[in-house]
């Protein structure tokens, strides 16, 4: 059974680097054709993706955000991890992380971590 689980602090304070990871079991996330998202969710607000990285380690990310995002991934611990930059209260939401098939449409995941809050304070 495929499983994600977000790790990370839950209070960030603006300005500094938000950190968080996702340790996935039951697959691998070098498995062909799937990608590993991150996407988050502030209060009041839609789903919104940040980026992905990809079975052979590309990256893609929103461009609302990519001057201040990055992940990455290590294949020994199994898990991937996203770090949002200069972050400000307005980065305040919950952070998920998700797999998607690359057949799927964009926003079709079939696995989601339960998701992580993370509080930017000022």
């Known amino acids: 059974q495929v499983q994600l689980q977000e790790s990370g602090p839950g209070l960030v304070k603006a300005s500094q680097t938000l950190s968080l990871a996702c340790i996935v079991s039951?697959?691998?996330?070098?498995?062909?054709?799937?990608?590993w998202n991150w996407i988050r969710q502030s209060p009041g607000k839609g789903l919104q993706w940040m980026g992905d990285?990809?079975?052979?380690?590309?990256?893609y990310y929103n461009p609302i955000l990519k001057s201040r995002i990055s992940i990455s991934r290590d294949t020994s611990k199994n898990q991937f991890t996203l770090q949002l930059g200069s972050v400000t209260p307005e980065d305040t939401a919950v952070y998920f992380c998700?797999?998607?098939?690359?057949?799927?449409?964009?926003?079709?995941?079939?696995?989601w971590g339960q998701g992580t809050q993370v509080t930017v304070s000022s």
């Open positions: 990285i990809r079975e052979d380690g590309r990256t």
């Open positions: 039951g697959t691998s996330i070098t498995t062909n054709s799937y990608y």
């Open positions: 998700a797999r998607r098939h690359v057949e799927q449409g964009h926003n079709d995941f079939d696995y």
